[in-house]
């Protein structure tokens, strides 16, 4: 990483400046300079001149160019007094600089998750499901610790037939597949369990996910034959009380298809995602009315060979998406409040990102408290790490 130190030096023009005679080229982590004549004598750090009392200083002198500087204010005349102070100073801010950056970025190892399939935060708990086991794992963030696991595949009325989705809510967790829910407490109990089959209208042909809303439930269906897909506002009593939305399911087994509706609550409101229609969220209370529906597609734009809307989640009263557009590698995150105003744009590694995730799965990423955290497994094949991103610091 290449940190500019630039900024620590104040220059102004005097007359008379005598020129910097052939100088080698050095590259340092700060920026690239070129050293010239003898000493005490001016460096050029990039487009700024500082000066240094002795060579030795900078190391041997190797290759020789002709260059022409400006002079120095009285800061870098203040500088030449003293070049080991200088040195001094220019460690001191790199030591600082590195700190900073480290700080801003913390890996954890969890050498207990085989495959995360979701990543969720609540405070000061980590949430991951891990596939490989359909088991439930929490870990407290700081200081981080395992705390709980639970949760199993299997055929019992307490264990998962599917692969499901947990909804983390003030006093329990809900967790539901394609054919139950179970709500469990949160030291890990099972508190009930209902299977879909009881609803009176449920269809074994579809697929279906039931969403908490406060008292009320999202039920989400994707109808394999149809080609649709269908969200519903349900009552405490599993009754239809509106219908949300209707559109195509577009799905093929084993593609990756970018064209979703995903769907999220988040303290009492229901967010929909409609990636077909752009940069897309109409957002519904719990009684079902429009809160609000945010267009940001001709913000975004265009991103050549792919739709807007990659993914995103609730956090702190933002809404943070990420989108299919690349920047030096990086993913761009745009972050808007509840009004759909658009905060920041940022552009993250985000090494969790998965290019051939399916179309009822997320990448292993969330924010929480301006934190990013996500789920990278190490060298690509290794044992899965946290890694938790300061989006303060981020740009």
Known sequence: MLFDLSFLYSFSCCEGAAPLREAPAYRTPFRHFSLAGKFPQRIKCGTKDVNFKHAADLGPISKWHNNCCQAVDCISHKLRQGGARMKRLLMGILVLTLAAHLSAQTTIALPDVQQPHQIAVEGNDLYVFDEADYSLHIYTISPFAPKLKFGRKGDGPHDFKYLPYVYIQPETLGCTDFIKILW???????????????????????????VPVKEHYVRILADHAQHKRSIFLLDSGFKTVKKLYEGPFIWEAGDYIEARTDTLSYRGLIFIANTLKGFHFTIFDDKGKIFRTIDKSKEVGEIPGHLQLHQYCVSDDKIYATTYRKKDGQTEMIVLDLQGRILRTLYLPLSSIRPNRGILRYDPFTVSGEKLYELIQSGGMGTWELRITDLASAR
């Open 184 to 210: 469990f407490s949160k030291k890990g109990e099972v508190l009930k369990a209902m299977e879909f089959s009881e609803l009176k209208d449920f269809d074994p042909n579809s697929e279906m996910l039931l």
